[in-house]
């Protein structure tokens, strides 16, 4: 039997932490299953949510996080597609509304009228939380819960990112920004045939991406870090993926993407950066944004994890620990990703 109510981590007010409380667990509706959370990983999208950083705010109160694995504890009227029990993930898209333009092509991480976990609608820092049937991850059954959690999030938006430069086999990928994502990030584009040179602002994230497979690391502090990029890789790299936490690092990317190369847009600081018009033209650039990764992405993206390509470096924390979590995002001392220990499948 499900229980009346719930622990979760509540944002009340931006800017100040999350509380721990008793809630009503939710009641799915038609199309939406009940999942009970196994573990959860902490994203830093969850610090902007609950900073309210970006234009679009969430509603406080809001229930935060999308990298939520557990098992399927009731259905909602109508659901054919999954069954008690089931193993699956809340990934960031919630749902979308399945016939416009962008749905109907294959491109529902754009659909205007979308929901999004831990953002619009209630997220995974919580013992329950609700999935739409058609839009949460299937999991195997046998799946390793706090390996898998990083992967809802951060693996596949990294996947989907590193595919959005269009940087084939033997080229050369940059990533800057070696937290969460990036230390997927080097996962994914070693087992895609990439080249990777890690860049980030801390000695052990760059520690950490030699050991995930990184063939160079540059210190992005370094007066000479473009060069020093352009040196490894004969003249800039053909794929430049940016998850940094920091707008100065977009402006640096640029100037290491290659001629006719990529730059694909992840990490979501508030601000801007300027964009010199003449190298963009002369060098036949491209500046892409990418947004997390469609359902079928996902499914590619969990995979290349379930094969054992991507092993995410992990720290286990408790729920109660979600406060300090989310100051060590923001102070950028957390290596690889946190996952919260909820409960049992
Ligand atoms: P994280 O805090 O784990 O990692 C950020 C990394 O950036 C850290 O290693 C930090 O040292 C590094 N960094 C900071 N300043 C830098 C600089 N100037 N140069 C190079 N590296 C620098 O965060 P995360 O969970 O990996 O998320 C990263 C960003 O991606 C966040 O803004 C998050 O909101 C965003 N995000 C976007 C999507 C999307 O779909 N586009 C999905 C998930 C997360
Ligand atoms: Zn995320
Ligand atoms: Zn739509």
């Known amino acids: 039997m499900t229980p009346r109510t719930m622990k979760a981590a509540v944002a009340h007010r931006f800017g100040e932490p999350l509380r721990i409380e008793e809630v009503p667990v939710p009641v799915p509706s038609r199309g939406e299953v009940l999942v009970k959370i196994v573990c959860t990983g902490v994203c830093h999208t969850d610090v902007h949510a609950v900073d309210g950083d970006w234009p679009a705010k969430p509603n406080p109160p809001f229930i935060p996080g999308h990298e939520g694995v557990g098992v399927v504890a009731a259905l909602g009227e109508g659901v054919e597609n999954l069954k008690v029990g089931d193993a699956v993930g809340i990934a960031w898209l919630h749902d979308a509304c399945g016939h416009c333009e962008y749905c109907i092509t294959g491109w529902e991480t754009l659909c205007e009228t979308q929901h999004d976990s831990g953002y619009s609608v209630d997220g995974s820092f919580a013992e329950y939380a609700i999935g739409n049937a058609a839009y949460v991850a299937r999991l195997p059954q046998d799946v390793d819960f706090a390996a898998m959690a990083p992967i809802l999030c951060a693996g596949v938006t990294t996947y989907k990112g590193i595919r959005e430069t269009e940087a084939r086999p033997g080229e050369w990928l940059a990533i800057s920004g070696i937290g969460g994502l990036g230390h997927l990030a080097i996962q994914y584009a070693t087992a895609m045939g990439l080249q990777v040179v890690a860049v980030d602002v801390a000695e052990d994230k760059l520690a950490l991406a030699r050991k995930l497979g990184a063939s160079a690391t540059v210190d992005a502090r370094q007066p000479k870090a473009v060069e020093e990029v352009l040196d490894v890789t004969g003249g800039g790299a053909h794929g430049v993926l940016v998850t940094a936490v920091s707008p100065p690092a977009f402006s640096q ?93």
């Open 253 to 345: 990317a640029l100037g290491f993407t290659r001629r006719r190369g990529t730059m694909s847009l992840v990490g979501l600081p508030p601000g801007d950066f300027a964009t010199p018009i003449f190298d963009v033209v002369l060098k036949r650039l491209t500046i892409r944004g990418s947004i997390v990764g469609t359902r079928k992405d996902l499914a590619e993206a969990v995979a290349f994890a379930t094969e054992g390509k991507i092993v995410p470096t992990i720290e286990r924390r408790k729920l109660e620990d979600v406060n300090d979590v989310l100051q060590g995002l923001r102070d950028g001392n957390i290596q690889g990703r946190v996952v919260l220990d909820i409960g049992t499948p």
